[in-house]
């Protein structure tokens, strides 16, 4: 038999709170998660690698970089860049690359729900016995 939880302890309990992560993985090496997300929204936002980088507070090198690295292990373009000239140039995110951060958000919004409830749930448990 459990013994019952305390007041105290049910406060200690009541003030966790679960964090989880979502990242896609190729080959067991990580090629996408949060911080790529961000990267590709900032390009959408802004129609630039230059200022998505700066709004994020890296490089145009590192924001390239990461770009090339996961564009190389799928072996298809998602950011599409477009030289400069009299109008300026500009990058755009391509379709494969909207369908990788639709599927990244929902698949981490759906994880961090089912973490959050999933912690509830085993907190009531515990705390009812």
Known sequence: MTKRI???????LR???????????LEGKMFFGAGK??????????GSINAGARAMGISYRQAWEHIRRIEEALAVTLVEKHKG???????????AGERLLQIYDALSGRLKKQAESSFEQILNKKTRK
């Not at 305390?6 to 200690?12: D, I, K, M, T, Y």
């Not at 709170?17 to 990242?23: E, L, N, V």
């Not at 000239?85 to 379709?95: A, H, K």
Request: hydrophobic residues 40%; proline residues 5%.
């Open 6 to 12: 305390s007041a105290e302890e049910l406060r200690f």
């Open 15 to 25: 003030r966790i709170r679960i964090k989880a992560k979502c990242w896609f993985e």
């Open 37 to 46: 997300a961000r990267l590709f929204r900032m390009i959408a936002r802004y």
């Open 85 to 95: 000239g009299p109008g300026g140039g500009g990058s755009r995110i391509t379709p």
